[in-house]
């Protein structure tokens, strides 16, 4: 998959996810398939990201995204379940993400 898709089903993704999260208290039956669909695409794009030309600092910061976009589609899989913990796992994966945004332009 080249960058410019990856991109793009990142970006159509996040507003997925993000309207998935919103949407909750207003339309609980379908806020969990947004989530859902918007979770995958975000773990999606970045497992399939290559990290043959990283370095070791910026393949660790990748493995921060890849965990944070597994506890995306958990949350979703706790969001179709009815708990309430699934806030919980968003919550540290924005943190995981904000962290490594952050972090990865740093030289």
């Known amino acids: 998959m080249n960058e410019k898709t990856r991109t793009i089903i990142f970006n159509i993704s996040a507003l997925l996810l993000l309207a998935g ?13 947004l989530f859902a669909v918007g ?21 660790r910061l990748h493995r921060y995204n890849i965990l944070a976009g597994l506890l995306c589609i ?3 899989a706790l969001m179709f379940s009815g708990r ?24």
């Open 21 to 33: 999260a919103g949407l909750y208290l207003a339309l609980p039956v379908a806020a969990p398939y």
């Open 39 to 59: 979770a995958a695409g975000i773990a999606i794009s970045y497992l399939t990201m290559s990290t043959r030309e990283m370095d070791f600092r910026k393949r």
């Open 74 to 76: 958990f949350a979703s």
């Open 84 to 107: 309430k913990e699934w806030v919980i796992c968003l919550t540290i994966s924005a943190l995981l993400q904000l962290y490594t945004a952050f972090m990865a332009p740093r030289e």
